[in-house]
């Protein structure tokens, strides 16, 4: 790559770590040599770019004036709410972001979308994108170089309540040149806004019970390894994780059919189980070499059986926390909120989340991935109601199909070409492998379930069949026993007097939050007064900053978040609907903001009790 491309990529790698990897394995393998786009000059001079496809030349920008085409597209998204995402599916020779870029707001996001590798490499080594990849509003992700990092930073772009306010745009010729790849991104953004609002409905619903789980926890994760140092171990080791397939076992219907050829991949196979298929497992006496669980309220009667006591199981600071008291044998430890991650990270460790499209058995299929296993088997992955069952049996209690429920139904095409009835978030969940395996090219998956759902990517097979093909390499899993836990013992101390910090912590961010309503009441009088624009108004505004600063910073605050989640979501609702006028803009935002603060109050004496608790049982202990 030429020095232009450099500096383009050093830009987008400052808020984009793992785009410059992407782009140099993708030049690496494709070479610097582009057989279908042509570097080429508008009537007017500016550099364009064309695509050749099936024998025609497409150009992606205007052949006759670049920056007035560019202005007409960004024009046409009309009036800008100072919240407006803007999803942008085109960068040609990068005018039409340019353009748009010069019309936003300081709050406003772009994510900017180029469907093709090639045209992508050609923009950053023949253009100077560095103002608008430089740019604090721009995250950039180009289809064969860093889209599977994409959920990553979903998240931390959307909230559930801008999801109304984000536009997507697509630049001209991209509709008719990359159609599939558009709608196949254009899917994945709102299968990620349905797992996002999924998520908050969940946290309303048992945020007080996940951020209970997280803070329980605590005190037996620093006794433990994490999913990092079996990734390790796994390396240096040198598990042939390129020939040894990761077999997960779920508990979907068809693995009633199927659950004794298990046995025969034990020692040719990594067996995880999520914890749903655990009591069917053993029901046939078939230990698995690892158990998933991941729920904050996973019902116990999964756990009951002695047994599941002493197989190695992966967990995250929000799995139930009777699990985490009662397991005797290795755990591992990986992140799903923001504090588990603070934490680790306090103490110089590092700790991996591990991507969820909602299912635990999504989470145990990127376990596979982070430990570097080329070779993935799904069993029990039956993501519909085969023979009008949810679950094999000895699983759960539960209650048939009922119209009733029926919102909660929908339909997808099965492993031959039929339709059948599954749950809404079990399609979210086979739509989730499915874009996963596309990412991966180089992981292949055999979906050895027999019945239920067809997961694009994964080959279909019996379960005989993939033992066969695959189940060839003895492997040892019992190795995974001599992972060294994450905490030193002499750090164990430390893990303590931090926890007390934190339980202290809880007092001074109360008066914080009590500071920070007075300043919303000051604004509204403020506001009232009519005197928006004086000395006084700049001050409390500041201040509030300056707040939000701190909040954003703080550990705690996403739990005590977690703890005030149904009243936080209840405040924030409405808050970015299109604007009357900004002074009544304002005061909504400044009662909103109060409201907020209120629940945080309540959430912060919640979080302090639940620390005084766990200081309690440690010292009980001792």
């Known amino acids: 790559m030429n020095e232009l491309a450099k500096k383009n990529i050093e830009c987008l790698a400052e808020k984009m770590k793992d785009i410059e990897e992407g782009i140099v394995n993708y030049v690496n393998k494709n070479g610097n040599q582009y057989k279908t786009v042509y ?61 748009l870029l010069k019309r936003l707001g300081d709050e406003n996001i772009v994510i900017a979308y180029e469907p093709d590798p090639e045209v992508f490499v050609s923009l950053i080594e023949n253009v100077d994108m560095t103002e608008s990849f430089g740019d604090r509003r721009v995250l950039v992700f180009a289809e064969g170089i860093n889209t599977n990092t994409f959920s990553q930073y979903f998240g931390i772009i959307f909230r559930y309540e801008l999801i109304d306010l984000s536009k997507f745009i697509i630049a001209p010729n991209y509709g008719r040149l990359y159609a599939e790849q558009i709608q196949e991104f254009h899917d994945m953004c709102w299968r990620e806004a349905n797992m996002l609002q999924g998520e908050k409905n969940t946290l309303a619903d048992i945020g007080y019970e996940m951020a209970d789980n997280v803070i329980a926890n605590l005190w037996n994760m620093s006794k433990h390894s994490t999913v990092n140092e079996l990734a390790e171990y796994f390396e240096n080791a040198g598990v042939d994780t390129e020939n040894v397939p990761f077999l997960i076992v779920s508990a979907g219907p068809s693995l009633d059919k199927n659950i004794e050829d298990v046995r025969a991949a034990k020692g040719h196979a990594f067996v995880v189980a999520v914890d749903s298929a655990i009591r069917k497992m053993l029901e046939y006496n078939i230990m698995p070499d690892m158990i998933v669980t991941v729920d904050s309220h996973k019902p116990l009667v999964l756990f009951e059986d002695e047994r599941v006591k002493h197989i190695p199981m992966v967990v995250c600071g929000q799995s139930r926390q009777e699990v985490y008291r009662q397991h005797k044998a290795k755990m591992f430890v990986f992140t799903e909120d923001e504090f588990v991650l603070y934490f680790y990270r306090h103490f110089g460790h590092d700790i991996a989340p591990l991507r969820t499209g909602g299912s635990v058995a999504n989470n145990a299929f990127s376990l ?10 799904l069993v029990g992955q039956d993501l519909a109601f085969t023979n009008n069952k949810k679950h094999a049996s000895n699983v759960y209690e539960e209650s048939g199909i009922s119209e009733e429920d029926s919102y909660k139904y929908t339909y997808v095409t099965d492993i031959n070409g039929e339709q059948i009835l599954t749950f809404r978030n079990f399609a979210m969940y086979k739509d989730w492998f499915e874009g996963v395996i596309r990412d ?23 379960l005989k069949e993939a033992i066969a093909r695959w189940c060839n390499v003895s492997f ?100 970015y609907e299109e604007k009357k006028s900004a002074d009544r803009e304002a005061m909504t935002a400044a009662d909103k903001g109060i409201a907020l603060l209120e629940g945080y109050k309540q959430g912060c004496e919640l979080t302090k009790q639940a620390f005084g608790k766990l200081i309690d049982s440690i010292e009980a202990e001792a």
């Open 39 to 99: 570097i080429d000059r508008s009537a007017n001079e500016e550099l364009i770019l064309a695509k050749e496809k099936e024998g025609r030349i497409w150009y992606l920008n205007s052949r006759y004036d670049v920056q007035y085409a560019a202005k007409v597209l960004a024009d046409a998204q009309g009036e800008i709410h100072y919240r407006n995402i803007f999803i942008l599916c085109g960068l040609g020779n990068g005018m039409y972001l340019q353009e």
């Open 368 to 377: 596979a991935l982070l430990l570097g296993f080329k070779k993935i088997i």
């Open 476 to 575: 040892n899993a019992s190795i995974i026993n001599n992972v060294p836990d994450v905490f030193a013992d002499e750090e164990i101390t430390s893990v303590y007097d931090y926890i007390v910090e934190m339980h202290d912590r809880c007092d001074e961010l109360n008066k914080s939050f009590n500071e920070e309503i007075k300043n919303y009441m000051r604004l509204k009088e403020l506001i009232a007064e009519g005197k928006t624009g004086g000395s006084a108004f700049n001050s409390v505004m500041k201040k509030i900053q300056k707040f939000n600063d701190m909040a954003n910073r703080e550990p705690l605050v996403h739990l005590i978040s977690m703890y005030s989640s149904k009243n936080e979501h209840e405040a924030l609702e409405g808050l």
């Open 440 to 462: 991966n090219e180089d992981v292949k998956v055999l979906n050895a379930t027999e019945g239920g759902a067809n997961i694009k990517g994964a080959e279909n097979c019996t």
